[in-house]
């Protein structure tokens, strides 16, 4: 036994130390966008936001988006079939004239077509309608800091990117939301690498929901979102496409000029990863128990081995430890505080994993924002 656990802890200690060299050689690579000066001009661009039952949030990300500075700017609302007061809400911005230079396309959709995800076809049906050399898709609960259009198309066209996707700030009440955010930042970028996504050789990909920007051209080229209609994480699919068709795809931080308003509390926030929990490993039980490994060997046995192992062993596992504070220093700078509460971060996020794809199964349904989708047509929607 103790030999085993001397084994686990070297193994544990050198995952470790390779992620943390990625990560320390890579994450300074991911620019901030507010370093980028504006940009004077650009192409005319049109952005596509889907709103279904958005009441709360809807009328301060509206707002930001008619103050936005961009010149040449078409907003194009999709409500989805909303049952609340969005409706009502958007009608009445839309007539805004008082303040603001422009006015925001309101599009209503009140029926899903069949082997459709209703924000998937709802971004489709906006998309359809934009008459801008640039689109951006993002969601009808974020915030935009005036300058940030010119920002990202500066960026975008500097670096002759076809798809630039953006982090935002993500706002929750208390300690406990905001240390599972700061933890679930580490969790996305083992996941995604960010900082890998601009190398035209490497797989990495990513797609941010709250930002996807990309030229229209090539998200008529990869196939929209007909591509991926039945795909609950359509935004980062979308990134996956624009990699696998050979173009150029970038990242960078939203900090203090994108934010959304996330969860409100813990029951909010495991409901909502739940859409996309299992469809983030292909829908495979076997990925789903590789990946709770993973994230339990590095980031929740270490702990425990400290109160189970002795002498080199718990030595090794100290060293662990100190590289998760590392990691976690890398992502979040000051946020460092939270990294108490990352083994009961991990915890929960595998928890997600393991209910999302048990109900899944267990049903043959993903439920999504109040529709039942088949689980086989999810499956089948590979990309």
């Not at 943390?20 to 049109?46: E, N, T, W």
């Amino acid at each position: 036994m103790d030999v085993t656990l001397l084994v686990l802890a070297a193994f544990t200690t050198l995952l470790l130390t390779g992620l943390f060299i990625d990560f320390a050689m890579g994450y300074g690579h991911v620019r901030a966008l507010k370093d980028i000066g504006p940009a004077q001009s650009g192409p005319p661009l049109s952005i596509i936001a889907a709103a279904r039952n958005e009441a709360r949030g809807i009328e301060a990300a509206v707002t930001s988006l008619l103050r936005l500075d961009y010149p040449a700017l078409e907003i194009v609302i999709v409500n989805d079939r909303s049952t609340d007061e969005t409706g009502a809400i958007l009608e009445r911005l839309s007539n805004v004239v008082s303040g603001f230079s422009r006015t925001v396309k309101i599009v209503n959709i009140t029926e899903l077509p069949d082997g459709w995800l209703g924000k998937n076809y709802a971004l489709q049906v906006g998309a359809d309608s934009a008459t801008g050399d640039l689109i951006l898709f993002t969601d009808a609960d974020i915030v935009f800091e005036p300058t940030t259009l010119r920002r990202a198309v500066a960026l975008l066209e500097k670096e002759h990117t076809d798809h630039l996707a953006v982090i935002p700030d993500i706002v929750v009440p208390g300690v406990a939301l905001n240390a599972f955010v700061a933890a679930f930042a580490v969790f996305f970028s083992m996941y995604a690498r960010p900082w890998k996504v601009r190398d035209p050789r490497s797989s990495a990909h990513i797609g941010i929901g709250a930002f996807n920007l990309i030229r229209g051209e090539v998200y008529r080229a990869i196939g929209g979102h007909r591509a991926i209609a039945m795909r609950p994480d359509d935004d980062i699919k979308l990134g996956k496409l624009v990699k696998k068709h050979g173009f150029r795809q970038d990242v960078a931080n939203g900090s203090d000029l994108i934010a959304v308003e996330w969860y409100a509390s813990i029951g909010e926030l495991v409901d909502g990863l739940m859409k996309n929990a299992f469809a983030g490993v292909d829908y495979s039980l076997w990925k789903v128990a590789g990946s709770s490994a993973a994230l339990f060997l590095m980031n929740v046995w270490p702990v425990l081995a400290l109160f189970l192992t002795e002498g080199i062993t718990r030595a090794l596992n100290v060293v662990s430890l100190l590289l998760i504070v590392l990691i976690f220093w890398t992502v979040n700078g000051t946020r460092v505080a939270y990294v108490l509460a990352f083994p009961a971060a991990a915890v929960l996020f595998i928890y997600i994993m393991w209910r999302s794809a048990l109900i899944a199964i267990t049903r043959g349904t993903i439920a999504w924002r109040g529709t039942e989708y088949p689980l086989s047509q999810m499956r089948a929607n590979r990309v």
